[in-house]
């Protein structure tokens, strides 16, 4: 560690102020490398080191990612090559995109210019080329231009000149052409005034505040995903990410990766088929999906189907089905058991290599994050290598031997398991196996298999990321980047799958598509539409923390959409009959009812229009509060697109004082006074059954034992589910297949629910129309 007096002189001696040098020293990695540079270029040039050497000294020993090159940048340096912070720049570029020895020392020179002299001439004609181009601007904005950009196009024809000189150029020739300043051009340029923010970033700000202070995107996601966006690497640039670890094979592996691929960016989504895909899994098949997408890439579609304890067929069809209703299609739909021979074989070879042998610890005994040594870690590989054999032979029973991989994980995790044994049949290869890998040996030789450029992982992953690399490097193969995003969460809910069949166990739910949930097929069944969750998953955006969001926010990106997509009809929930005593006519009237009131070039529907129609029981009250405006004695309202205004004149009721019945008049629109308010109504009307859905849980945080103390079943809302069985709808909607959509006018958004038969229709409520400000 360079520390004390000695360094502190040693770094003021070399041009750094008396503070930097002190600041530097705090930092233990920094003060021992530059003391290490300062130290070589002091071998060489003696013991007085020029400010502008020392500065690239400083600068190299700050900004050099990959220390084995600091002899030779030193060496550039202290021999002159390297004289301008522009040439270290592509000196550090160059050392990190070739990171094997030996480097070609022509191509460095000539990447990084060395040798290259830029003449005043050569600055003063390339000066005189962008001033030229900006000439007219230049003489009607004078020195209020931006002369930024005259320096930025001259330094584009020069690479290496220095930059002074082309300040110093601009300078003069910008003098020559306008002359001195005037007062004018003294005058500060008047800032552009503030606008007043608009009301969609107003509502930004409130729904970021309801989210505990979550910064809501507002880049749609390919924005968000498409080009260097991410600071990702490029295709067959691996070795220049953070921490991945180059071998001297890697260059090679990486020329034969890009030939397999032709330099295309792949992803893959990997999920286990032991369950449902939900909310959560919607964020990662955007990213994945989306990042290849975006950047002219595929993404594949890869069950990790190592267990088959848990696995199951529906589970297939319903992941694939999500990911195609969202929007994607897989480049190729694999599996990891396609792999159980490949696996197999390489399993073998890391045995051979030294790196795993097989363990005979039971399961409880290496649970945990201390769990003892295996005493077989250090077993003979020839011993190892026939018992692997024999667990492949079915010699062993479950749990009796493993075979485990040498290496702590970032966790401290020691060991983890590659395979275990299973006698299980598996889906898709029967009975030819009793072993089967784990997440940990399958998941990053999976991606090389498939040649992935970026394995795009949730947070909890990150821990696995050096063994990904070990892994990979240990077997001489081609190595993706695994990259970390934070998990999305909801409030209000529970995603798990352990969860989740407890809830269908209880009752308390009647299947994984059950509307109240989050799972993405219950989401579909209630009619949330896919773009509506993808739009979602952009708010949010592509964050590296974990993201807890409450329901309302996705609720809103289901009304721009709905608002958009859902045909408009009328519905009464709680009917209340009205006769109309003074009907114009003796049959029924048509009335024709705009499906989108905003844009009547989307068509219109008819609906009949009758002496008895329903309206909502709330639409009516004897007795006026202050305030109401709907239909009340003395008070008349409009039938929304009649035209026609009607007036209480009897009111009947049942024995116990029970409004059964209103009779009332009807008047023309155009000689009525105008009423307050318009109701909708429907008449010969469809019965129907109608499901109004609120949250599952009281707390936000059902299985946060702080809050609800007694578990999260515990915790279920009895008011989560309500269903009307004699709603009424308008015949517009007798046609409707199951999960179309309407807007119910002045109702909510609803769907068609797949439990709909052709004398009975089902509505599923999928929102309201506007968000109950309780919710908030």
């Known amino acids: 560690m360079a520390a004390g007096p000695d360094a502190l002189s040693l770094f003021t001696a070399i041009g750094l102020s008396e503070p930097k040098a002190r600041e530097t020293l705090k930092n233990e990695a920094l003060s021992a490398l530059l003391r290490e540079a300062v130290t070589q270029a002091q071998g060489i040039l003696g013991p007085n080191v020029d400010k502008a050497t020392g500065t690239l000294l400083y600068n190299v020993a700050s900004r050099l990612k990959d220390q084995k090159r600091l002899r030779f940048l030193v060496g550039c340096i202290t021999s002159k090559k390297i004289v301008t912070d522009l040439q270290l720049s592509a000196a550090l570029e160059y050392v990190r995109s070739h990171p094997l020895d030996p480097i070609d020392t022509a191509d460095f020179e000539q990447e990084c210019g060395v040798g290259v002299v830029v003449t005043p001439e050569q600055i003063e004609e390339a000066v005189e080329a962008a001033v030229n181009k900006h000439r007219a601007e230049l003489l009607s904005e004078r020195y209020h231009f931006n002369m930024g950009l005259l320096m930025g196009e001259a330094r584009g024809r020069l690479r290496w000149a220095d930059g002074k000189s082309i300040k110093n150029e601009v300078d003069l020739q910008v003098l ?21 923010p608009a009301e969609a970033e107003k509502q930004q700000k409130a729904a ?349 990106c289901v009304r721009e959409v709905l608002n958009e997509r859902a045909p408009r009809a009328m519905a009464v929930l709680q009917p209340l009959r009205v006769i109309i005593t003074n009907f114009p006519t003796q049959k029924a009237l048509e009335v024709f009812v705009p499906n989108f009131p905003a844009n009547e070039t989307k068509g219109f529907h008819k ?81 129907c059954e109608v499901r109004l859905y609120e949250r599952l849980f009281l707390h936000k945080n059902p299985e946060d034992p702080a809050e609800v103390p007694a578990g999260f079943l515990s915790d279920l809302n009895p008011d989560s589910l309500r269903v009307i069985a004699g709603a009424l709808a308008d015949r517009s909607v007798c046609s409707a297949k199951p999960l179309d959509k309407f807007q119910f006018e002045r109702l909510g958004y609803f769907s068609v629910d797949p439990d709909s038969t052709e004398g009975k229709m089902v509505f599923n409520r999928t929102v309201t129309l506007k968000e109950d400000p309780g919710k908030v």
Not at 176 to 196: C, R, V
Not at 310 to 328: C, H, N, P, S
Not at 648 to 671: F, H, I, P, W, Y
């Open 208 to 556: 970021e505040e309801e989210n505990g202070g979550v910064t809501l995107e507002t880049k749609s996601l390919m924005e968000q995903l498409r080009g260097e966006a991410l600071k990702f690497h490029k295709p067959g640039e691996n070795y220049k990410t953070e921490g991945y670890v180059i071998t001297p094979h890697t260059m090679a592996l990486m020329k034969q990766h890009l030939e397999i691929t032709g330099g295309q960016v792949r992803t893959r989504f990997p999920p286990e088929p032991n369950g449902i895909l939900h909310i959560g899994h919607a964020k990662a098949i955007n990213f994945n999906f989306g990042y290849a997408q975006a950047n002219g890439g595929v993404c594949f579609l890869r069950y990790d189907d190592t267990n088959p304890e848990k696995e199951e067929e529906k589970y297939f069809t319903a992941i694939r089905d999500m990911v195609e209703w969202l929007g994607y299609k897989p480049h190729a739909v694999t599996h990891a058991s396609d792999y159980f021979d490949q696996l197999y074989v390489w399993a073998v070879e890391l045995v051979r290599r030294g790196h795993a042998y097989v363990c005979h610890q039971r399961v409880e005994e290496i649970k945990g994050h201390n769990p003892p040594p295996s005493p077989w870690r250090d077993r003979p590989v020839e011993e190892s290598l026939l018992l692997f054999e024999g667990m492949k032979r079915g010699k062993f029973e479950e749990g009796e031997a493993t075979l485990r991989m040498k290496l702590v994980m970032e966790d401290g995790k020691l060991d983890p398991v590659a395979y275990r044994i299973k006698y299980m049949p598996h889906h898709r290869t029967g009975d030819r196996w009793c072993i089967y890998p784990t997440y940990d040996y399958t998941h990053c030789l999976c991606d090389s298999i498939e040649h992935i450029t970026h394995s795009l992982c949730t947070k909890e992953f990150q821990a696995r990321r050096s063994s990904y690399f070990w892994l990979c490097n240990a077997l001489g193969v081609y190595c993706p980047v695994q990259w970390e995003y934070g998990r999305l969460n909801l409030l209000y809910t529970v995603v798990s799958k352990r969860k989740i069949i407890r809830l269908v166990e209880a009752g308390a739910v009647r299947d994984w598509d059950d509307p109240r949930l989050f799972t993405l097929t219950a989401l579909r069944r209630r009619g949330f539409p896919p773009e509506a969750i993808n739009n979602f998953c952009a708010r949010v955006g592509v964050t590296v923390a974990q993201t807890t969001m409450e329901p309302h926010l996705l609720e809103a």
């Open 607 to 687: 609906v009949p229009f009758q002496a008895t129609i329903y309206i909502e029981q709330s639409d009516f009250r004897e007795v006026v509060d202050q305030g109401y405006k709907r239909l009340a004695l003395g008070q008349p309202v409009g039938l929304r697109h009649t035209g026609y205004v009607i007036a209480v004149q009897n009111v009947v009721k049942d024995a116990s004082g029970q409004v059964m019945e209103l009779e009332v008049t009807c008047t023309k629109s155009d000689a009525a006074e105008k009423p307050k308010a318009f109701i909708h109504w429907v008449s010969e009307p469809l019965v």
């Open 176 to 196: 020559h052409l306008l002359g001195p300043k005037t007062e004018a051009d003294l005058e500060k340029k008047p800032k552009a005034g503030k606008a007043k």
